[in-house]
């Protein structure tokens, strides 16, 4: 691919990424509204049309690794492992 194809392809990249944020903005209002509503009206769950939307409240638990951390180093360093990844990105 030549250098003046490259920059077509990365200009092409960074506008369609401009409007997949733009689309994701748009989402997540509807989704705020949407939460609004149900926050409004006390309901957890409603059915509209075809559609059954849920804003829920959920309880998770989870493991406080930063505290294992500092009351047991030795055990968390045994059991820590390192990973490698790639990451691409355009600036």
């Known amino acids: 691919m030549s250098p003046k194809e490259l920059a077509a392809k990365i200009r092409e ?24 509503l149900m926050l409004a009206t006390g309901m ?9 939307i849920r804003y829920a409240t959920v309880k998770s638990s989870r493991f406080d690794t930063a505290a294992f951390k500092k009351t047991h180093g030795d055990l968390y360093a045994q059991y820590t492992r390192q990973t490698e990844t790639r990451r691409f990105s355009v600036a």
């Open 13 to 36: 990249l960074k506008e369609l990424q401009a409007l997949m944020d733009e689309a994701q903005s748009e989402a997540e209002a509807i989704k705020d509204e949407l939460k609004a």
């Open 44 to 52: 957890d769950e409603m059915r509209v049309d075809v559609f059954k």
